[in-house]
């Protein structure tokens, strides 16, 4: 009878193992990016590859005598085999040409033992009838994804310190560039440095301008061809559709819904529409809950790379679980989408709406206290940003068309900052004031 076995390649181990002391440099780069320690499937070589890991992080050519003395500093060259073994390794291959073939023979490998390892994760949630259908196909989904071999988590200060002076010497040779993901409303840009990894509320009362706000975003963002992810629990995609075409073609959303476009306005929707037919933006619909959105990004990411995830909006939101009041609901659904952003690295700016406590005061700007009636949403969230316009209550101001966005909350940076945009209302979107004054030149 045939016995299976467990993934492994012990020759293509060991001819990595043995291209790099080969030609230490150029091995290296090959496969620093494609293997780690726990990849291997021998432990000793696991030990090996470690060692060459750290020589390498402390500048150290890991060359046979180097990588001898690192061992017998940690104790492991006894382990590994002693002398003999390294000795070995360098004759096992003529040279360093095949070693990124080498190196993914050994990553493959280890993805499939993973699978095999959440395969038996997936059997023992099926089997367990007590559990919710819809949490163990989300939990069965992420055993799977988990598998793939760019896992997160574990990090040495050496790494963490590196990483950081080299972004800080990047941003001091571009102080004007944007560190983050620009939102294309450059004062917003200004005040947060772009969107980041994190969770972003973006608050206000109905009618204010929010959902037109989130989609000038996403719009930014998917037109510089960078995946977005919408999903939306209020209006229909088509509709979604056509708001998005009304801003970029500058037709009004009125005459788009009624077919009152002239034909020059009409041309513009055309072109609009052939544009944004090439964005790589996807919008979802149907029930939405933290664990939907967590499995849907990752399978996204499978794909390439999410650049943003926008939810329209929080307030509509089912929790993966039951909770005994609305408030502390919103407060779980707000936790599990931070701890989405920061495992999947994605910014993820979700639309809240504030209640009718904000027009009680005669200033009816919104504050952060306005989200304590909201379950934890302040303490969750990484960034909070509300917006207000005088025109919402005063249509006859002097300043009912300025868009005020207040950021309220940043974890990272200074709060109860204000930046302040005209908006277009026929259009659904803001406009810088320099913009509005361009505008108002070019109609006289």
Known sequence: ??????????????????????????????????????????????????????????GVVPDYVTLRDELARRGRLESVGGEAYLMGLINVV???????AYATI???????????????????????ESRDIGAVQREAETAVLNARPDGKGDHAIYDLVSAVNEDVAERMENPTDIPGLPTGIRALDEMLGGLETGLYILAARPSVGKTAIALQIASHVAS???????????????????????????????????????????????????????????VHTGNVTPGIVRAKVQRQQLRGDVSLVVIDYLGLMSGDGEAETRNLELGDIARNLLLTAKELDVPILTIHQLNRSVESRSDRRPLLSDLRESGQLEEHADVVLMLYRDGCYYPDSERADIMEIWVRKNRNGPSGTLCELFWQAEYGQCVSLVEREALSCDSM
């Open 106 to 128: 050994v990553q493959e490998a280890a993805i499939r033992r993973r699978l095999i390892q959440a395969a038996s994760e997936v059997a023992k949630l099926a089997y367990d």
């Open 224 to 282: 510089s061809d960078q995946d977005v992810m919408l999903f939306t629990l209020e209006m229909s995609p088509e509709q979604i559709t056509r708001r998005i075409l009304s801003s970029r073609a500058a037709v009004s959303q009125d005459e788009l819904k009624r077919g009152l476009l002239d034909h020059e306005g009409y041309v513009r929707f055309v072109e609009a529409s052939g544009v944004v037919s090439d964005w790589p933006l996807s």
């Open 1 to 58: 009878m045939h016995k299976i076995q467990i993934p492994h390649n012990v020759e293509a181990e060991e001819a990595v193992l043995g291209s790099l002391l080969i030609d230490p440099t150029m091995a290296y780069v090959a496969t620093a990016d494609i293997l780690k320690p726990d990849h291997f499937f021998v432990q000793k070589n696991a030990w090996i590859y470690e060692a060459i890991q750290r020589l390498n992080r402390d």
């Open 94 to 100: 003529p040279s360093a040409l095949h070693v990124e």
